[in-house]
C-alpha cells in the first residue's frame, strides 16, 4: 500500500477533531455527530452495537490487505488510558503472586544469592525489551500492539504462533489467578468451600472490564497503589528489622548469608532453576505496551512508562528481596514444598512474624489477593485486545473483532470470561491436575513473547538502515538501542536453553516425560502453530527481507520531515536544561 494512499485515511483520534493529515482532512466521528441524542437505558443498550468501521478509515472500494492495514493501525477502541493509569500499571501492573510468594521457592531453592543473581540479570533483560516495545509502540501504537509487530517485522507465521501463544497465555492466567484469589482466603477461613469466592472474583472482573479500558485503567491504578505501598511500607520494615529496630530486637544483618549452605545451597542448577522463576515473576511487565493503541498520547505517556520500569525492577524487586534473604534463612520449613498461591509460605509474610509482629502478615495476606485479581483483571485486557488484532489479520475467526461504540473488544471480553468459567474446578477433586497443565500450557509464553519484541526492534531499525532512513525520525528511541535489544534476546534464549535443561533432568529429581511437557509445553505449542501456519498458506520463507518490511502504515506522525524536526528541538531544549533535569529526564 502506498504512502499516498495510505495518508488519505489514517488519522488520530486523540481529540475526536477533524484533522489534516498529508493535506486531506478527516473527521473521524463526523457519523457519530450525526446520529440523535441518546440517554438511559438506550444509551446503555446502543453502546454494546458495533462500531462503524468507515468512521475509522475502512471504505469499500479497498482490498483486503489494506482493510486489515488500517484496522490494525487505526482501530476503534477506545483511547481513553490516561498518563496516571499507564504510569501506575507502569510501575505496579505485573507485581503478582511470582514476587509475593513465588519468591519464597526461588529462596529456598537458590539461596540468598542466587535469588539476586537471577533477579538482576532478568531484570536487565526487562528492562531491554520494553524500551525495545517503547520504541516500537510509540512508533505503530496500533491496536494489540506487540503481536502485529512480528507479522510485520519478522514474518507471518511467526506473527501468527507469537499472536495465539500470547493470547492463550492470558486466557489461562483469568481461571488460574480467580482459584488463586479463593485460596488466600484460607488464610482467615479454611472451612468454606473456595468455589463461594471463586463466584465473587469472577463478578467483580466481569464488571470491571464491562466498564471498558477506562475500568481497567481504573482498577489498575488502584490496585497498583495498594501494592506499591505495601512494598515500600515492607522495605521501610524490613530495614528496621534488620537493623535490631523489631520488638524482638538484637541486630540481624546478613546472618542468613552465612547459615550453612548459603548462600548457594544447591550451586550452579539451583541458580539456573531460579532464572527461570524470576522471568515468570516479571511476566505482564510488557502491558504498558499493549496498552499504547489505547492511551489518549502515547508518544507522551508511554516513554515516561517505559523508563520507570526500571525503578520497578530497582526498588520492588531487587531491594524487596535483598532484605528478603537477610530476613528469611534459605531453609525455613514453610519455603519447601508449598503451593504457588500459599500467602502461608510468602517470604514477605514469614518475615514479618519472625519479626514478632501482630496482625501485619494479614495486611500482607490482603495485599497477595489484591495482586492476584490484579493479574486476572490485566488477562481479560491482554486476551480481548489481542484476539481482536488476530481478527483483524484474518488469523482468526472475525466475530473476535466486534469492537463496540464504547471501544469495547466485546466478544474477545465474552470468550475470556467464558474461559474464565474454569475457575469453579476448584470445587472438583481433579483441580490440581487440571489447572497444572493448564499452567505447563503457558509456562514459557512471556519468554517467547519478549525475544520476540527484540527481534522486531532489531528488524524494523535494519529496515530503516536498508531503506537509506535513520532513528531521528522517531519520536522515542530505546535508551540501550540496538546493544539493548541484541542483550534482551540473548537472555531470553538462554533462559529456554536452561528451561529445557531443568526440565530434562529436574532439580532433586530423576528424568520423567510428565516432567519434561510439565516444564516445556508451551514449546511444541508454539511449533504446531508455526509448523501449522506455514503449511496453510503455504509460505515457505523464514523471514520478511529488510528492504520489503513496512516501516509507515500506522504511523500517527506522518509527516516525517516535521517530526524530524520536532524531535531535533526537544533534544536541543533537553541539552539547554541544567544536569539535575537532564538526569531526571533521562531516568523518568
Keep these: ?272 532453576t531460579v532464572f527461570v522463576g524470576a522471568a515468570f515473576a516479571f511476566a505482564g511487565t510488557e502491558l504498558c505496551g499493549l496498552a499504547a493503541a489505547e492511551s489518549a498520547n502515547p508518544r507522551k505517556t508511554l516513554p515516561k512508562a517505559c523508563k520507570q520500569v526500571f525503578w520497578r525492577i530497582t526498588l520492588f524487586y531487587v531491594i524487596s528481596l535483598t532484605l528478603v534473604g537477610m530476613l528469611v534463612p534459605y531453609n525455613n520449613k514453610r519455603l519447601l514444598g508449598a503451593s504457588s498461591v500459599d500467602a502461608t509460605a510468602s517470604p514477605f509474610v514469614i518475615a514479618i512474624e519472625n519479626g514478632g509482629i501482630k496482625g501485619l502478615p494479614s495486611v500482607m495476606n490482603v495485599v497477595i489477593m489484591v495482586a492476584v485479581l490484579s493479574v486476572g483483571n490485566s488477562s481479560v485486557f491482554a486476551s480481548s485486545r489481542t484476539l481482536a488484532a488476530l481478527a483483524a489479520a484474518n488469523q482468526a475467526p472475525k466475530f473476535l473483532g466486534y469492537i463496540d461504540k464504547k471501544g469495547r473488544p466485546l466478544m474477545g471480553i465474552i470468550v475470556q470470561l467464558v474461559v474464565g468459567l474454569l475457575c469453579f474446578l476448584a470445587a472438583s477433586s481433579k483441580e490440581g491436575d487440571v489447572f497444572g497443565w493448564l499452567l505447563a500450557l503457558s509456562g514459557l509464553s512471556s519468554i517467547f513473547t519478549w525475544a520476540s519484541i527484540n527481534i522486531c526492534l532489531i528488524r524494523f531499525r535494519r529496515a530503516l538502515r536498508v531503506k537509506g532512513r535513520d532513528t531521528s525520525e522517531l519520536t522515542f528511541t530505546s535508551q540501550p538501542g540496538l546493544v539493548g535489544a541484541y542483550w534482551g534476546l540473548i537472555l531470553n534464549v538462554v533462559v529456554v536453553c536452561l528451561q529445557f535443561w531443568i526440565a530434562v533432568f529436574p532439580l532433586g529429581g530423576s528424568p520423567s516425560a510428565e516432567v519434561f511437557f510439565n516444564n516445556f509445553l508451551t514449546v511444541p505449542v508454539i511449533i504446531v502453530f508455526y509448523v501449522g501456519h506455514k503449511l496453510w498458506t503455504r509460505n515457505w520463507k523464514l523471514f520478511i527481507r529488510a528492504k520489503d518490511i513496512d516501516i509507515d502504515t500506522g504511523r500517527r506522525e506522518l509527516d516525517l520531515d516535521l517530526v524530524k524536526q520536532e524531535v531535533a528541538e526537544e533534544k536541543a531544549y533537553i541539552r539547554s536544561l541544567p544536569f539535575y533535569k537532564r538526569v531526571y529526564s533521562f531516568w523518568c
Design 1 to 272: 500500500m502506498s504512502q499516498e494512499k495510505e495518508v488519505s485515511y489514517i488519522t488520530s483520534r486523540e481529540h475526536g477533531d477533524a484533522e489534516k493529515t498529508g493535506g486531506v482532512y478527516v473527521d473521524s466521528y463526523s457519523s457519530e455527530q450525526d446520529e440523535p441524542k441518546l440517554t438511559g437505558f438506550a444509551k446503555f443498550k446502543d453502546g454494546f452495537k458495533r462500531a462503524n468501521m468507515e468512521d475509522y478509515g475502512v471504505t469499500e472500494n479497498m482490498t483486503e490487505a489494506e482493510k486489515i492495514a488500517v484496522l490494525t493501525a487505526n482501530s476503534p477502541l477506545s483511547r481513553s488510558l490516561k498518563n496516571r493509569h499507564l504510569q501506575m500499571i507502569a510501575i505496579g501492573g505485573s507485581i503478582g503472586t511470582g514476587l509475593f510468594v513465588g519468591s519464597g521457592s526461588s529462596l529456598s531453592t537458590g539461596g540468598p544469592a542466587g535469588l539476586l543473581i537471577a533477579y538482576i540479570l532478568i531484570g536487565t533483560m526487562i528492562y531491554c525489551t520494553v524500551q525495545s516495545l517503547g520504541e516500537l509502540a510509540v512508533t505503530f501504537p496500533v491496536s494489540g500492539a506487540f503481536v502485529t509487530y512480528n507479522t510485520r517485522f519478522i514474518d507471518p507465521s511467526w506473527g501468527f504462533a507469537m499472536a495465539w501463544n500470547y493470547a492463550l497465555q492470558w486466557l489461562v492466567v483469568l481461571p488460574l489467578e480467580l482459584v488463586a484469589a479463593s485460596l488466600t482466603i484460607k488464610y482467615w477461613d479454611a472451612s468454606t468451600n473456595p468455589a463461594a469466592f471463586v463466584a465473587c472474583f469472577y463478578v467483580l472482573i466481569v464488571v470491571i472490564n464491562f466498564f471498558g479500558v477506562r475500568g481497567y485503567g481504573e482498577a489498575e491504578f488502584v490496585f497498583s497503589i495498594i501494592k506499591v505501598l505495601a512494598v515500600c511500607g515492607f522495605i521501610i520494615l524490613g530495614i528496621v528489622l534488620i537493623t535490631g529496630g523489631g520488638p524482638q530486637g538484637g541486630y540481624l544483618g546478613a546472618h542468613y548469608w552465612h547459615i550453612d549452605g548459603a548462600p548457594f545451597p544447591n550451586g550452579a542448577k539451583g541458580v539456573v
